[in-house]
């Protein structure tokens, strides 16, 4: 996925996906217990955080997965996330261990991001929503 147009802000950050799903390499990878461990965290989460980049454009937030997670992913493509600011109705942050989450919300759902300085890239968001 090319990077977007328009950014006014980018993050490294880690996007809780509910449908993620390991593909066949990483499985093998993996292994039983790696497989195991996977779904046991899928399912006390609810989903699996994915590596990727946030983007904050002057119209959207936008989640794109990286590289290493693109190739360990079964159907890469339908992790990135496209919010356009309008559609957006709160962004909150809350704890996370080691990294705040921010939860970008939206009437049919919520894009969960963790990140380093997450308290300063939700008010940007904020800001470009203009709240």
Same mark, same amino acid.
């Given at each position: 996925?090319?990077?977007?147009?328009?950014?006014?802000?980018?993050? *490294?950050?880690?996007?809780?996906?509910?449908?993620?799903?390991?593909?066949?390499?990483?499985?093998?990878?993996?292994?039983?217990?790696?497989?195991?461990?996977?779904?046991?965290?899928?399912? *006390?989460?609810?989903?699996?955080?994915?590596?990727?980049?946030?983007?904050?454009?002057?119209?959207?937030?936008? =989640? %794109?997965?990286?590289?290493?997670?693109?190739?360990? %992913?079964?159907?890469?493509?339908?992790?990135?996330?496209?919010?356009?600011?309008?559609?957006?109705?709160?962004?909150?942050?809350?704890?996370?261990?080691?990294?705040?989450?921010?939860?970008?919300?939206?009437?049919?759902?919520?894009?969960?991001?963790?990140?380093?300085?997450?308290?300063? =890239?939700?008010?940007?968001?904020?800001?470009?929503?203009?709240?």
């Amino acid at each position: 996925m090319s990077k977007p147009e328009n950014v006014i802000a980018k993050k *490294l950050v880690n996007a809780l996906m509910k449908d993620a799903e390991v593909g066949d390499r990483a499985q093998r990878l993996l292994g039983a217990g790696g497989r195991f461990g996977t779904n046991a965290a899928k399912k *006390l989460m609810g989903g699996l955080w994915v590596g990727g980049t946030a983007y904050l454009t002057k119209d959207a937030v936008e =989640f %794109h997965p990286n590289g290493i997670n693109r190739m360990l %992913h079964k159907d890469p493509d339908s992790m990135s996330v496209i919010l356009p600011l309008r559609s957006i109705t709160s962004v909150e942050t809350r704890f996370g261990i080691g990294t705040q989450i921010i939860d970008v919300k939206t009437a049919i759902g919520t894009l969960s991001i963790r990140c380093y300085g997450a308290q300063g =890239f939700a008010k940007k968001i904020e800001a470009a929503r203009g709240v």
